[in-house]
């Protein structure tokens, strides 16, 4: 089941991390605050998966990393990570029978009257999902521990070998860029204020995780 992106007060302290990357200082009242998931430990559709250790650099490198929001071809940004966690689901297993874990995230982003329809859209549930650029050093295959680019690794993502699944542990993330919503196209076009009759139909169909994907280069995560 999708999780929905949840807004909620500020925390403890969360105000003096706000007020580290802000030009002027924010009030309370001043800030719209917000949770989500940014990636996990659950082999995805290119039967890639982050590590444990992988998932605690990202969070690292992805702390005061901007949002951004792409909508017809017009890139904003949005919001500013402030935090990010490690969380375990209890009694929830992977795919590969690991105990699941996910990295969250707090997230704000002043209160303008320029992102008011995007706060609308996050508070209706209209935004479920953000994607997020990475790079990481190297891809390492669960068959044979090696790396699956190379010509070392005879296996192939996808594939079972004596009944297990090859996947690659994305493994030493390097650099972390950005996370980015995604929103339905029906969201896009009310963003943007787009005329409908000049869009075909067809072009209000939901925006998959694997088009995401193949647009942007980046893997798409759940928002909480």
Known sequence: MKEQIISSNLE??????????????????????????????????????????????????LLGKTGFLDSSGSISQTARIISCTIESIEDKKTRSGEDYIRL???????????????????????????????????????????DI??????????NTYNDKLCYGKLINPTDAYEFAFVPQVETMRKLDDINESTKDAEEFKMVTMAEVEEKFGCKVAIID
């Open 104 to 146: 969250s995230a707090r997230a704000y982003m002043p209160k303008t009257t320029y992102n008011k329809e995007l706060r609308d859209t996050i508070d209706n549930g209209d935004i479920k999902e953000v994607s997020v650029g990475c790079a990481v050093e190297k891809t390492i295959c669960s068959i044979c521990g090696k």
């Open 12 to 61: 403890d302290g969360e105000l003096d991390l706000i007020n580290q990357y802000s030009r002027k200082p924010l009030t309370e009242d001043e800030v719209y605050v917000f949770s989500m998931v940014l990636c996990d430990n659950e082999i995805d559709k290119d039967y890639e998966v982050f590590t444990a250790e992988s998932l605690e650099q990202l969070g690292r490198l």
């Open 149 to 158: 680019n190379s010509s070392k690794c005879l296996h192939i993502k996808g």
